[in-house]
């Protein structure tokens, strides 16, 4: 299995990036598909994640409303579009995939795979 996560860059406050997450190696049905992100000396926070078959997102409070996870089966590719950033959406971004049969999909431990993770950063 193999994520490749790719968009990140530098932008600045209020501004907008599109991340993406190329997935191959398997058939991803039934998989959730998350995106998470670190900040320097924090631990790894979930930031949204969907169903790769289709139904409901799910987002952090922090991120709700502006970002939005969408994926096309089609490509294979998960984005994550990020709007009205702020500089405490700073933060290396990583892309998931796992199937969250013991532990919720918000949780990192929902995942056993993961993609190598793109900088974002936002400046003031």
């Known amino acids: 299995v193999q994520l490749q996560a790719s968009g990140g860059g530098l932008v600045q406050a209020g501004g907008s990036l599109r991340l993406s997450c190329a997935a191959s190696?398997?058939?991803?049905?039934?998989?959730?598909m998350g995106w998470f992100r670190q900040a320097p000396g924090k631990e790894r926070e979930f930031v949204a994640t969907i169903r790769w078959s289709g139904g409901p997102a799910y987002y952090a409070d922090s991120v709700k409303g502006r970002f939005t996870i969408s994926r096309d089966n089609a490509r294979n590719t998960v984005y994550l579009q990020m709007n009205s950033l702020k500089p405490e959406d700073t933060a290396v971004y990583y892309c998931a995939a796992g199937r969250a049969i013991v532990s919720s999909s918000t949780t990192p431990q929902a995942y056993g795979h993961w993609g190598q993770g793109t900088q974002v950063t936002v400046s003031s």
């Open positions: 190696g398997r058939t991803f049905s039934g998989y959730f």
